[in-house]
């Protein structure tokens, strides 16, 4: 039986050393799973609430832990999340917080998995998941609000799309990465690193395209199989109101001018992903950029969209981007999550599953990644809380989870 039995929270580090939520949920047959929540630095304005860690666990505690105690099945996910939601009683988990939430709701899905004995991609996607693999975007130059002094873009983003396989392609984006690193040396350009690992040198962005550019093309040629790059522009970090436009140090863009650099990058460099190149309030600008560039790239909506089904709908409706960046403590259950991937999905928008710059070792991403035959994942490329998950996806493909 997965009926719970107990649900234990408690605040541990995260990668930036803030506390986060970690939540275990244990069941009637002995059914164990550990969860911990993520945390955003580039947060959009419309993602579910995240609370201080004391407050959310309090809180939790309070409302949701006795809904769930020998009430509801970890094995039932909607069950689950339904009985948070009932518990919180807004639409922005401002109650429980979305940190309580996203723990207690990934925790039990590994319950519900562990009881099961079945790997956490199985329980969420079906049996036959397991066959295709999401190509990893890896984080290699940053800045932005992951890294002062270092470029405006807050992520430039090895993308191995011709990688024979998922094991060869976080390899090729480690490569990368190194690579990054010596052709900085070369330059005399010292580089700090960013919350996410990237490094963080003190470049101008059109700099950080060339040094990207030379290092993917240096490794693609090693490796001898394709691998491209993207870009996190994190564009609502870069909006001024009072400047009516996108502020790269001393020079401001306007909306129209945006699309036109983001336009001319993609055919320049080839990108093969942009993600949120304009403020996250900008649905006509999104649309813009998609209707020149979405046939060639990527254009996706992270602060845009924020997981959420109705945000969404209304990109859909708009044609703003052709695909979502889906983190599941943006809305806080696994539920809403998948709901968001199905109808991205239904709508020929691809799922691109995601971390976030706060990080823990939970590896919930990466089983989701193949649980909804998601096209990418972004989890970093190097440091230990993103190998977490890149190590993960290489047992899963190994079938050794
Ligand atoms: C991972 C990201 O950063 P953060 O977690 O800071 O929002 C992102 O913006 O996609
Ligand atoms: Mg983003």
């Given at each position: ?5 107990d649900?234990?929270l ?12 970690e ?7 002995g059914?164990f799973?550990?969860a ?36 509801v ?10 009985a ?45 998941r ?74 101008s ?6 040094v ?17 790059f ?9 909006y ?6 996108y ?18 990058m ?12 304009l ?29 959420n ?7 859909i409706?708009?044609g ?20 968001a ?18 990080e ?25 809380e ?8 290489i ?7």
């Open positions: 039986m997965t009926l719970i039995t649900v234990r408690r605040r541990v580090l995260d990668s930036r050393g803030n506390p986060t939520v939540a275990d949920v244990l069941t009637q047959s059914g799973g550990r911990a929540a993520p945390s955003g630095a580039s947060t959009g304005e419309y993602e579910a609430i995240e609370l201080p860690p004391s407050e959310a666990i309090a809180a939790a505690r309070r409302h949701a832990v006795p809904r769930l105690i020998e009430e099945h970890a094995g039932n996910q909607r069950e689950v999340d339904g948070l939601r009932a518990a919180d009683g807004t639409d922005n988990f401002s109650e429980i917080g979305a940190n309580s939430a996203v723990a207690i709701s990934m925790a039990a899905a590994k319950a519900g998995a562990d009881v099961l004995g079945a790997p956490l991609y199985q329980h969420l996607g079906g049996a036959f397991g066959e295709n693999f999401p190509v990893p975007l890896g984080n290699v130059v940053g800045g932005g609000e992951h890294a002062k002094e270092a470029t405006h873009i807050q992520e430039f983003l090895a993308a191995p799309v011709g990688a024979p396989s998922v094991s060869e392609a976080v390899f090729a984006n480690a490569a990368v990465h190194a690579r990054v690193s010596e052709i900085l040396d070369e330059r005399d350009t010292p580089a700090a690193k960013g919350d996410e690992g990237a490094w963080a040198p003190p470049i962005d059109a700099e950080a395209f060339e990207v550019d030379e290092a993917v093309s240096d490794v693609e040629d090693e490796l001898g199989f394709e691998v491209r993207g870009l996190d522009m994190a564009a609502a970090e870069l001024d109101d009072d400047e009516d436009g502020v790269y140090g001393d020079e401001v863009k306007s909306t129209d001018e945006q699309v036109d650099y983001v336009a001319e993609v055919e320049e460099y080839d990108l093969v992903y942009v993600e949120d190149p403020d996250e309030d900008d649905y006509e600008g999104f649309a813009d950029l998609t209707e020149r560039v979405g046939d060639q790239t990527l254009i996706c909506g992270d602060d845009l969209f924020v997981t089904v109705e945000r969404l709908q209304d990109g409706d708009a703003a981007g052709n695909s979502i960046l889906i983190k599941p403590n943006q809305i806080g259950t696994l539920s809403d999550a998948f709901d991937v199905e109808l991205a999905v239904r709508n020929g928008y691809d799922a691109v599953i995601s971390h976030r710059s706060g823990t070792e939970d590896t919930t991403i990466a089983h989701l990644a193949v649980a909804t035959d998601a096209a990418f994942i972004k989890t970093g490329t190097v440091q230990g993103r190998t977490a998950k890149l190590n993960e996806l047992r899963i493909a190994d079938d050794a989870v």
